[in-house]
Protein backbone atom coordinates (compact mmCIF):
# COMPACT_ATOMS: atom_id res chain seq x y z
CA UNK A 1 0.00 0.00 0.00
CA UNK A 2 1.78 3.48 -1.14
CA UNK A 3 2.11 5.75 1.41
CA UNK A 4 1.65 9.77 1.89
CA UNK A 5 2.38 12.21 4.47
CA UNK A 6 -0.38 13.90 5.91
CA UNK A 7 0.84 17.34 7.12
CA UNK A 8 1.86 20.76 6.24
CA UNK A 9 4.36 21.27 8.47
CA UNK A 10 7.67 21.88 6.37
CA UNK A 11 10.08 20.53 8.64
CA UNK A 12 8.45 16.85 8.86
CA UNK A 13 7.89 17.28 5.13
CA UNK A 14 11.46 17.73 4.37
CA UNK A 15 12.45 14.78 6.87
CA UNK A 16 10.03 12.16 5.46
CA UNK A 17 10.12 12.73 1.86
CA UNK A 18 14.32 12.33 2.73
CA UNK A 19 14.09 9.22 4.32
CA UNK A 20 10.75 7.58 3.97
CA UNK A 21 9.56 6.33 0.87
CA UNK A 22 6.02 8.93 0.62
CA UNK A 23 4.66 9.35 -2.35
CA UNK A 24 3.26 12.88 -2.09
CA UNK A 25 1.60 15.00 0.78
CA UNK A 26 -1.77 15.68 1.50
CA UNK A 27 -3.41 18.85 2.94
CA UNK A 28 -6.91 20.36 3.93
CA UNK A 29 -8.17 23.65 5.46
CA UNK A 30 -7.39 21.99 9.34
CA UNK A 31 -3.79 21.27 8.38
CA UNK A 32 -3.21 24.00 6.68
CA UNK A 33 -4.17 26.16 9.58
CA UNK A 34 -1.87 24.95 11.75
CA UNK A 35 1.14 26.13 9.81
CA UNK A 36 -1.10 29.58 9.31
CA UNK A 37 0.95 32.21 7.75
CA UNK A 38 1.10 32.65 3.90
CA UNK A 39 -1.36 29.74 2.50
CA UNK A 40 0.06 30.01 -1.01
CA UNK A 41 3.72 30.25 -0.20
CA UNK A 42 3.55 27.32 1.76
CA UNK A 43 2.04 25.11 -0.89
CA UNK A 44 5.07 26.43 -2.87
CA UNK A 45 7.61 25.46 -0.42
CA UNK A 46 5.89 21.94 0.25
CA UNK A 47 6.28 21.51 -3.78
CA UNK A 48 9.34 23.02 -4.02
CA UNK A 49 10.23 20.19 -1.05
CA UNK A 50 8.88 17.55 -2.74
CA UNK A 51 9.64 17.95 -6.32
CA UNK A 52 7.44 18.60 -9.11
CA UNK A 53 6.32 14.00 -9.77
CA UNK A 54 5.14 13.58 -6.57
CA UNK A 55 1.31 14.01 -5.42
CA UNK A 56 -0.03 17.18 -3.89
CA UNK A 57 -3.15 17.21 -2.33
CA UNK A 58 -5.52 20.48 -1.88
CA UNK A 59 -8.41 20.52 -0.94
CA UNK A 60 -10.60 23.40 -2.41
CA UNK A 61 -12.01 26.43 0.07
CA UNK A 62 -14.96 27.69 -2.46
CA UNK A 63 -18.49 26.18 -1.99
CA UNK A 64 -20.14 26.99 -4.99
CA UNK A 65 -19.58 25.25 -8.21
CA UNK A 66 -18.28 28.05 -10.79
CA UNK A 67 -15.81 29.18 -7.85
CA UNK A 68 -14.82 25.59 -7.03
CA UNK A 69 -14.15 25.18 -10.74
CA UNK A 70 -12.17 28.49 -11.23
CA UNK A 71 -10.35 27.50 -7.67
CA UNK A 72 -9.91 24.11 -8.75
CA UNK A 73 -8.35 25.65 -12.11
CA UNK A 74 -5.69 28.26 -10.77
CA UNK A 75 -4.66 25.67 -8.07
CA UNK A 76 -3.33 23.20 -10.51
CA UNK A 77 -1.84 25.90 -12.56
CA UNK A 78 0.19 27.17 -9.63
CA UNK A 79 1.12 23.79 -7.88
CA UNK A 80 1.76 22.00 -11.25
CA UNK A 81 -0.60 18.99 -12.87
CA UNK A 82 0.27 16.53 -10.19
CA UNK A 83 -1.63 18.23 -7.81
CA UNK A 84 -5.21 16.53 -6.85
CA UNK A 85 -7.93 18.96 -5.92
CA UNK A 86 -9.74 17.61 -2.62
CA UNK A 87 -13.48 18.28 -2.76
CA UNK A 88 -15.89 17.30 -0.24
CA UNK A 89 -18.27 14.91 -1.22
CA UNK A 90 -21.28 16.71 -1.43
CA UNK A 91 -24.14 17.20 -4.45
CA UNK A 92 -21.94 19.87 -5.50
CA UNK A 93 -18.60 18.15 -5.02
CA UNK A 94 -19.86 15.48 -7.15
CA UNK A 95 -21.10 17.86 -10.10
CA UNK A 96 -17.35 19.60 -9.75
CA UNK A 97 -15.47 16.45 -9.73
CA UNK A 98 -17.83 15.06 -12.99
CA UNK A 99 -17.22 18.60 -14.49
CA UNK A 100 -13.20 18.21 -13.64
CA UNK A 101 -12.21 14.88 -14.27
CA UNK A 102 -13.73 15.02 -17.88
CA UNK A 103 -11.70 17.42 -18.62
CA UNK A 104 -8.45 15.73 -17.12
CA UNK A 105 -8.10 17.21 -13.46
CA UNK A 106 -6.99 14.79 -11.00
CA UNK A 107 -9.71 15.02 -7.82
CA UNK A 108 -9.52 13.18 -4.94
CA UNK A 109 -13.06 13.10 -3.17
CA UNK A 110 -12.44 13.46 0.30
CA UNK A 111 -14.57 13.01 3.97
CA UNK A 112 -15.91 10.17 2.91
CA UNK A 113 -18.09 8.85 5.55
CA UNK A 114 -19.88 6.16 3.82
CA UNK A 115 -19.58 3.05 0.91
CA UNK A 116 -21.95 5.11 -0.74
CA UNK A 117 -20.43 8.30 -0.89
CA UNK A 118 -17.21 6.56 -2.02
CA UNK A 119 -19.42 4.91 -5.22
CA UNK A 120 -20.49 7.85 -6.14
CA UNK A 121 -17.44 9.73 -6.23
CA UNK A 122 -15.85 6.70 -7.97
CA UNK A 123 -18.87 7.30 -10.26
CA UNK A 124 -18.25 10.81 -10.53
CA UNK A 125 -14.66 10.23 -11.94
CA UNK A 126 -12.64 10.91 -8.48
CA UNK A 127 -9.12 9.64 -9.08
CA UNK A 128 -9.00 9.04 -5.59
CA UNK A 129 -12.03 8.78 -2.69
CA UNK A 130 -10.85 9.75 0.76
CA UNK A 131 -12.60 7.34 3.53
CA UNK A 132 -11.93 9.07 7.14
CA UNK A 133 -11.09 5.77 9.26
CA UNK A 134 -10.72 7.16 12.78
CA UNK A 135 -13.76 9.49 12.66
CA UNK A 136 -15.90 6.68 11.60
CA UNK A 137 -14.40 4.59 14.68
CA UNK A 138 -14.85 7.53 16.58
CA UNK A 139 -19.00 7.40 15.57
CA UNK A 140 -18.54 3.85 16.71
CA UNK A 141 -18.39 2.80 12.91
CA UNK A 142 -16.07 0.23 10.92
CA UNK A 143 -13.37 2.21 9.37
CA UNK A 144 -11.14 -0.19 8.26
CA UNK A 145 -14.53 -2.13 7.32
CA UNK A 146 -15.52 0.94 5.57
CA UNK A 147 -12.36 1.08 3.23
CA UNK A 148 -12.62 -2.38 2.48
CA UNK A 149 -16.04 -2.37 1.29
CA UNK A 150 -15.27 0.62 -0.95
CA UNK A 151 -12.27 -1.10 -2.35
CA UNK A 152 -14.15 -4.11 -3.18
CA UNK A 153 -16.86 -2.15 -4.76
CA UNK A 154 -14.48 -0.47 -6.80
CA UNK A 155 -12.42 -3.47 -7.88
CA UNK A 156 -15.61 -5.67 -8.11
CA UNK A 157 -16.90 -2.80 -10.62
CA UNK A 158 -13.24 -2.14 -12.45
CA UNK A 159 -12.78 1.28 -11.85
CA UNK A 160 -9.63 3.30 -11.61
CA UNK A 161 -10.46 5.09 -8.71
CA UNK A 162 -8.73 4.16 -5.73
CA UNK A 163 -8.71 4.53 -1.98
CA UNK A 164 -6.62 6.76 -0.21
CA UNK A 165 -7.61 5.68 3.55
CA UNK A 166 -7.22 8.85 5.88
CA UNK A 167 -7.98 10.16 9.16
CA UNK A 168 -5.45 7.88 11.41
CA UNK A 169 -4.64 7.98 14.72
CA UNK A 170 -3.15 4.57 15.17
CA UNK A 171 -0.43 2.58 13.42
CA UNK A 172 -2.74 -0.54 13.73
CA UNK A 173 -5.58 1.30 11.62
CA UNK A 174 -3.06 1.45 8.86
CA UNK A 175 -1.79 -1.78 9.00
CA UNK A 176 -5.35 -2.75 9.01
CA UNK A 177 -6.62 -0.85 5.77
CA UNK A 178 -3.28 -2.08 3.90
CA UNK A 179 -4.40 -5.39 4.39
CA UNK A 180 -7.68 -5.25 3.56
CA UNK A 181 -6.79 -4.33 -0.35
CA UNK A 182 -6.62 -0.07 0.30
CA UNK A 183 -4.21 1.16 -2.52
CA UNK A 184 -3.23 4.01 -0.65
CA UNK A 185 -3.41 5.47 2.72
CA UNK A 186 -2.19 9.44 4.01
CA UNK A 187 -0.74 9.36 7.77
CA UNK A 188 0.36 12.28 10.01
CA UNK A 189 4.02 12.51 11.54
CA UNK A 190 3.78 10.81 14.42
CA UNK A 191 1.60 7.67 13.17
CA UNK A 192 3.90 7.48 9.86
CA UNK A 193 7.14 7.69 12.87
CA UNK A 194 5.27 4.70 14.59
CA UNK A 195 5.25 2.61 11.50
CA UNK A 196 8.89 2.17 11.68
CA UNK A 197 10.04 2.53 15.27
CA UNK A 198 10.40 -0.34 17.46
CA UNK A 199 11.87 -0.87 20.82
CA UNK A 200 13.98 -4.60 20.00
CA UNK A 201 14.72 -2.80 16.81
CA UNK A 202 16.73 -0.26 18.90
CA UNK A 203 17.69 -3.01 21.25
CA UNK A 204 19.24 -5.15 18.40
CA UNK A 205 20.88 -2.60 16.66
CA UNK A 206 22.79 -1.55 20.02
CA UNK A 207 23.66 -5.38 20.38
CA UNK A 208 25.34 -5.86 17.50
CA UNK A 209 27.35 -2.59 17.79
CA UNK A 210 28.73 -3.60 21.17
CA UNK A 211 29.63 -7.75 19.86
CA UNK A 212 31.10 -5.64 17.18
CA UNK A 213 33.36 -3.36 18.80
CA UNK A 214 34.44 -6.03 21.23
CA UNK A 215 35.13 -8.30 18.41
CA UNK A 216 36.77 -5.46 16.28
CA UNK A 217 37.32 -2.06 18.28
CA UNK A 218 36.69 0.72 15.87
CA UNK A 219 36.99 -0.98 12.11
CA UNK A 220 34.23 -1.56 9.99
CA UNK A 221 33.72 -3.62 6.85
CA UNK A 222 34.13 -0.56 4.57
CA UNK A 223 37.45 0.42 6.57
CA UNK A 224 39.12 -3.01 5.69
CA UNK A 225 38.04 -3.43 2.12
CA UNK A 226 39.59 0.20 1.83
CA UNK A 227 42.84 -1.17 3.76
CA UNK A 228 42.72 -4.56 1.49
CA UNK A 229 42.75 -2.19 -2.02
CA UNK A 230 45.97 -0.14 -0.48
C1 LIG B 1 -6.68 14.02 4.66
O1 LIG B 1 -5.96 14.99 4.42
C2 LIG B 1 -7.79 14.14 5.65
O2 LIG B 1 -8.38 15.38 5.51
C3 LIG B 1 -7.24 13.93 7.04
O3 LIG B 1 -6.55 12.69 7.08
C4 LIG B 1 -8.32 13.99 8.11
O4 LIG B 1 -7.72 13.64 9.32
P1 LIG B 1 -8.38 13.95 10.75
O5 LIG B 1 -9.66 13.18 10.84
O6 LIG B 1 -7.34 13.48 11.73
O7 LIG B 1 -8.60 15.43 10.83
Given at each position: MRLLLDTANLSDIRYFNEYYPIEGVTTNPTILSAEGGNVLELLSEIRAIIGWDKELHVQVTEKDFDRIIEEAIALVSFLGENTYVKIPATDVGLKATKYLSKRGYKITVTAILSEAQGMLAANAGASYVAPYVSRLDNLCADGVGTVKQISDILSFSGQKTQVLAASFKTAKEVLDVAAAGCHCATVGSSVMKNLLSHTTTDTSIARFDSDWKQA?????ILSLLNEGKK
Open positions: FGDVT
